[in-house]
Nanobody
Framework: QVQLVESGGGLVQPGGSLRLSCAGSGSSFSIYAMGWYRQAPGKQRELVATITSASSTNYADSVKGRFTISRDNSKNTVYLQMNSLKPEDTAVYYC??????????WGQGTLVTVSS
């Protein structure tokens, strides 16, 4: 079964940067649009950024200009470069296929904590 494994989270001060990675298995990784999602304590999971199979990107207004999503299909990996981090970016970050109809079981995610 195809699995997604997120990594790269941690504790960072406001204004800092982190790079998240999402490694997927399976030979069809490259054909799917992918997304990074996050869930803050007490809140619903929200979509942060998406990238198509052709590497077109889209971002939530809250992260536009600060986050960059990218992919390396040769490594079955999607990245999220996060700059100028704010305390409100604190959340567990997940990756998954963009379309609900093709979505995989959610992984454990990676925790990002922005605090001084």
């Amino acid at each position: 079964q195809v699995q997604l494994v997120e990594s790269g989270g941690g504790l960072v001060q406001p204004g800092g940067s982190l790079r998240l990675s999402c490694a997927g298995s399976g030979s069809s990784f490259s054909i799917y649009a992918m997304g990074w999602y996050r869930q803050a304590p007490g809140k619903q999971r929200e979509l942060v950024a998406t990238i198509t199979s052709a590497s077109s990107t889209n971002y939530a207004d809250s992260v536009k200009g600060r986050f960059t999503i990218s992919r390396d299909n040769s490594k079955n990996t999607v990245y999220l470069q996060m700059n100028s981090l704010k305390p409100e970016d604190t959340a567990v970050y997940y990756c998954n296929r963009r379309l609900p109809t093709s979505r995989l079981p959610w992984g454990q995610g990676t925790l990002v904590t922005v605090s001084s």
